[in-house]
């Protein structure tokens, strides 16, 4: 099983639309959670943080579910622009400062 | 100081050259990372410091493969006997101590190795 996991897509939305996405990861110990969005052919870029208690940050909003292992991210009103690739990434605290990257999951947004 | 800075952003090298990459974090994050990404997939961990020390080194990272940050500022990532299944996106990122912190990457080195 891999460490962290996610559906690769693609998610094909509207403008407008509420999406939704999941990441699950092996490691029960694992104590720090992110989202971050690529675009294509550019580096990732830090969109937020995951914290306990859930955020939200204008359109977005992050979760974290500690009994099923989940994170997941709400993207609301879905623009152009959020077309993207969403990757999650998670701290294992295996003892180190490492971060485990998902595979990433691709959104579209279609005018 | 405006982000992290890789160079080059591009290498084509023949299978067998030796390769080096060069990455300036940002000045106030004493944690600095190397990743390598492919098509489709997200960032692999290789191996990171903290100031000037390696602290962790992924099983991914052949013999072939070292690292160093002398003096705990810029780092250098060298493949030595490159191969073909070296070819990937080589992204550096910082972020500052402690692990709640998110990483900020540089815009990568691109190996095409031929």
């Known amino acids: 099983r891999k460490e962290v996991e996610q559906d690769p897509g693609p998610f094909n939305v509207p403008e407008g639309a509420t999406v939704a996405f999941n990441c699950t990861y092996s490691?029960?110990?694992?104590?720090?959670f992110f989202w971050y969005r690529q675009d294509c052919r550019k580096e990732p870029k830090l969109l937020m943080s995951v914290y306990s208690s859930g955020n939200e940050d204008g359109r977005f909003t992050a979760q974290l579910n500690r009994a099923s292992q989940y994170i997941s991210l709400l993207i609301r009103d879905s623009k152009l622009s959020d077309s993207a690739t969403y990757l999650c990434?998670?701290?294992?605290?295996?003892?180190?400062?490492?971060?485990?990257f998902g595979a990433g999951t691709r959104l579209f947004v279609k005018a | 100081d405006t982000g992290v800075s890789q160079d080059p952003r591009h290498k084509i090298t023949k299978r067998g050259q030796n390769v080096t990459f060069r990455c300036d974090p940002i000045s106030e994050h004493n944690r600095l990372y190397w990743y390598r990404q492919t098509l489709g997939q997200g960032p692999e961990f290789l191996t990171y410091f903290q100031n000037e020390a390696q602290l962790e080194k992924s099983r991914l990272l052949s013999d072939r493969f070292s690292a160093e940050r002398p003096k705990g500022s810029f780092s250098t990532l060298e493949i030595q006997r490159t191969e073909q299944g070296d070819s990937a996106m080589y992204l550096c990122?910082?972020?500052?101590?402690?692990?709640?912190?998110?990483?900020?990457f540089g815009s990568g080195t691109r190996l095409t190795v031929v």
């Open positions: 490691n029960s110990a694992s104590q720090s």
């Open positions: 990122a910082s972020s500052a101590s402690g692990t709640a912190y998110g990483y900020t």
């Open positions: 990434a998670v701290n294992p605290n295996t003892g180190g400062f490492k971060t485990i």
